[in-house]
T-cell receptor
Framework: GEDVEQSLFLSVREGDSSVINCTYT??????LYWYKQEPGAGLQLLTY?????DMKQDQRLTVLLNKKDKHLSLRIADTQTGDSAIYFC???????????FGAGTRLFVKA | NAGVTQTPKFQVLKTGQSMTLQCAQD?????MSWYRQDPGMGLRLIHY???????DQGEVPNGYNVSRSTTEDFPLRLLSAAPSQTSVYFC????????????FGPGTRLTVL
């Protein structure tokens, strides 16, 4: 079945770049998403990329997609303590409601 | 707009009790979903609805019922609570268009003793 995998933890120093990686199995996925979850809150969409794109940049966020290897990454430039959260990679198709989520990567930012 | 609201925020149940988790959205979204979040497992889809009167099962539907009598509301019923249903439950809604994002509620933390 479909599966999304990502490492569970990442620790970086404030000001450094963070790179969170994800692999997925469903090559028919149309959209790849990155969601952010802060403590005690629901998930918030950070960004998404169409499967026919290689890269998307949005301010401090850069998403890279390698369709051949089914590998997705999220780079956060100049990481701040406010970026500490759980980041979920997800793949999906039309409507979004059958989105498959990874287990989430917990990002720790050290001051 | 309030977005997606969920009640209660916290709930403790005893094994065998039943209860309903409430979810409402005021964005006129057609699509609504219920997920559960367990440590190290990401979000798993329980049930979803593509419009009023239409529901379907997700990945982990056993022990849960849903109904969608209005566009706004999508309650999740636990028929006979079990400790394995201890989890954080999230409701989400979306317009349903291609690539449309889901909007998540703040979650309900449920503990079953």
């Amino acid at each position: 079945g479909e599966d999304v995998e990502q490492s569970l933890f990442l620790s970086v120093r404030e000001g450094d770049s963070s790179v969170i990686n994800c692999t997925y199995t469903d090559s028919s996925s149309t959209y790849l998403y990155w969601y952010k979850q802060e403590p005690g809150a629901g998930l918030q969409l950070l960004t998404y990329i169409f499967s026919n794109m290689d890269m998307k940049q949005d301010q401090r966020l850069t998403v890279l997609l390698n369709k051949k290897d089914k590998h997705l990454s999220l780079r956060i430039a100049d990481t701040q303590t406010g970026d500490s959260a759980i980041y979920f990679c997800a793949e999906g198709n039309t409507g979004g409601f059958k989105t498959i989520f990874g287990a989430g990567t917990r990002l720790f930012v050290k001051a | 707009n309030a977005g997606v609201t969920q009640t209660p925020k916290f709930q403790v149940l005893k094994t065998g009790q039943s209860m309903t988790l409430q979810c409402a959205q005021d964005m006129n979204h057609e699509y609504m979903s219920w997920y559960r979040q367990d440590p190290g497992m990401g979000l798993r889809l329980i049930h979803y609805s593509v419009g009023a009167g239409i529901t379907d099962q997700g990945e982990v539907p056993n022990g849960y019922n849903v109904s969608r009598s209005t566009t706004e509301d999508f309650p999740l019923r636990l028929l006979s609570a079990a400790p394995s249903q201890t989890s954080v439950y999230f409701c989400a809604s979306s317009r349903g268009g291609a690539g449309d994002t889901q909007y998540f509620g703040p979650g309900t933390r449920l503990t079953v003793l």
